[in-house]
């Protein structure tokens, strides 16, 4: 008898066990297919994404209406969390092929219209745009008062929550000082000219800048100049000068002999007639005067401009052959003049081993080995972000590629 009890014991604890077993199993399962249905629920039903790069996160928005924001790892974040509104205009450009203002609306990154925040007075108010920023956006409000014997013009300059930062006028002293009131009535666009300068267009015989405003200072600078690290190059026929974002002039007529001249950035500016790169104080910091450095008349003046560190150099030779390599900002040949090299190197830095050159090649820097980017990431506006490129592919499916691996992958997204 106790042998059967002992029997009966042992069989019902392992019928136990197995029943826990089973359910453990069950729920394990269970926990796996809610976690797949998690990341499938966005996958393959994303519409398009927007990197917002000043929180480091992306906006995914789905074919149905709506949107969730993630970040590089695929982990679903709250939009309390960001910490700008990422505001855009109504596509248009800045002006039309006759400079004249178009009405505009403004959105949040949600879509949501925002323009009744900023304007008060429709019948003398427009919005000119946003100027998006690289730490901010900031919003330019034109407004018209006219009277019967006079006009005048004020460019308002609100932050994206709408709050008053600064004013300026058609009739404040520096512009009659200027000669330029006149053009005020002329005004039809913007473009963000780095650091915090905004630049004000106009039309008169050609679209030109009429002066440049530092939105954090309200200091009135010089127009159609690129600005970095606070400098900018003023680079016209009778006027060659060094200024700051404070409008001040830093060096003053520099020598015809330096000819046209590049933008400055990452502390340097390009001399297309000494073929020289100076830094600020015009010390003289990389000389490729030896080399037949190829200039294009349509170059612009982002030609021979360092980027993260680097830039890539054109020269050709007494036989009319081209020769394409890259330099680093110490003058060292990263990639040294090749004719095997099909056009000049558009360089942006992946990480500290690998450059992209002209958007779908790559470039190790330590075993000098080429590889072309899949074309199935080129072909769908990847951006670039950490050393990895993210993109929207043909199945609807966020993805990232790996450069390091050369593999693509669809991001897992949880949350």
């Not at 994303?46 to 928005?61: A, E, Q, S, V």
């Not at 015009?282 to 612009?300: A, F, G, H, R, T």
């Not at 090299?341 to 470039?363: A, C, F, H, W």
Request: net charge negative; charged share 30%; proline share 1%.
């Amino acid at each position: 008898m106790k042998k059967v009890l002992r029997l009966f014991l042992v069989l019902s604890l392992f019928f136990c066990y197995g029943c826990a077993n089973n359910e453990i199993t069950s729920n394990n399962e269970e926990k796996q297919s809610n976690d797949e249905m998690e990341t499938e629920n966005y996958q393959g039903r994303i519409k398009d994404f927007k990197y917002l790069k000043r929180d480091n996160l992306f906006l995914l928005d789905l074919e149905d209406g709506e949107n969730i924001i993630i970040d590089s790892e695929g982990n679903i974040h709250n939009r309390e969390e960001l910490t700008s509104r990422y505001l855009d205009e109504e596509h248009s450009s800045g002006y039309t092929g006759i400079c004249k203002l178009e009405t505009r609306e403004i959105y949040d990154v949600f879509g949501n219209s925002a323009q009744d925040e900023f304007i008060s007075d429709y019948d003398h108010e427009a919005i000119l745009g946003v100027c998006q920023m690289d730490d901010q956006d900031v919003v330019l409000i034109l407004e018209k008062n006219d009277t019967p014997k006079s006009s005048q013009t004020i460019i308002k300059i609100y932050d994206e929550n709408a709050n008053f930062l600064r004013e300026v006028k058609s009739t404040d002293s520096i512009f009659k000082k200027k000669g330029i009131e006149e053009y005020f009535k002329n005004i039809c666009g913007f473009h963000y000219s780095g650091d915090d300068i905004c630049s004000i267009v106009y039309k008169m015989a050609n679209i030109e800048g009429l002066f440049g405003i530092n939105v954090k200072t309200g200091e009135i600078v010089e127009p159609d100049v690129k600005f970095s690290d606070g400098y900018g190059i003023v680079d016209r026929i009778n006027d060659k000068r060094i200024v700051d974002v404070h409008g001040k002039t830093i060096k003053d007529s520099l020598d015809r002999n330096y000819g046209e001249l590049s933008n400055y950035h990452n502390g340097f500016f390009f001399s297309r007639t000494t073929k020289k790169f100076y830094d600020i104080n015009l010390n003289v910091k990389i000389d490729l005067s030896e080399y037949n450095v190829s200039l294009w008349s349509n170059d612009d003046k982002e030609s021979y401009v360092f980027n993260d560190g680097y830039c890539g150099i054109e020269v050709r030779n007494d036989n009319d052959t081209k020769f394409f390599g890259v330099i680093n900002d110490k003058g060292k040949w990263i990639i040294e003049l090749t004719d095997t090299l099909t056009s000049r190197p558009i360089v942006e830095k992946i990480n500290d081993k690998m450059l992209e050159l002209g958007g779908n090649q790559i470039y190790n820097m330590e075993t000098k080995e080429y590889r072309e980017i899949p074309y199935e990431v080129t072909r769908n506006r990847p951006v670039l972000i950490n050393g990895q490129y993210y993109f929207l592919n043909e199945q609807k499916e966020f993805c990232l590629y790996n450069p390091n691996n050369n593999e693509i992958q669809s991001l897992k997204i949880v949350g």
